[in-house]
């Protein structure tokens, strides 16, 4: 007699597996904003030096930026719905901040999908929202070094056997990065045009 069989029926655990994979991409979310939180102007490096691309192919460093402030977003082109939600909703606070503050805030889009981001395709991606918007690439390890410096996770999830069948997990932050390139705070991306503007004006005071 099979004493070992597993009394839980297989839809069942499945169920459990998805809803703590859900947990924990939930928390990871929410941990991972309130970590950045907690360490705006508390002296933890978020950020850095960065050479990428534009949408020209021409060199882009994060020196370029000095004297503005720089709103950087993480994603890729290919996002069903995180990365153009969160980039409309950039475009409509650049809109809802006015001009003389809107001057001051250059909004950055930099790709963790460089293979098939390049400069072409994240120009006319960036260029759908609002031409205030700066899209960045670069290669491979370039994007992995400014991702580390931003404490941004991203990973290429398959899902088919081709080799553009893949979606990327990415966290989903908009880092307000001071005039001379520190990090000043965190944004939550999952907000409206409205609120985003509210806060970048309290920031940028
Ligand atoms: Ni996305």
Redesign the pocket.
Known sequence: MNTTTDPKPGPRRMLFATMGVLLAVLLLGAGGFMWLSAGSGNGIAIGGPFTLEDGGGKPVTDRDFRGKYMLVYF??TF??????T?LSAVADAMDKLGPDYAARVRPLFITVDPRRDTPAVVRKYTAAFGPEITGLTGTPEAIAAVAKEYRVYYAEHRTGPGPGDYS?D?S?VLYLMDPKGAFLAPIRADQTGDEIAANLKKLMG
């Open positions: 994603g890729y996002c069903p719905d995180v990365c153009p969160t990327m990415h989903s």
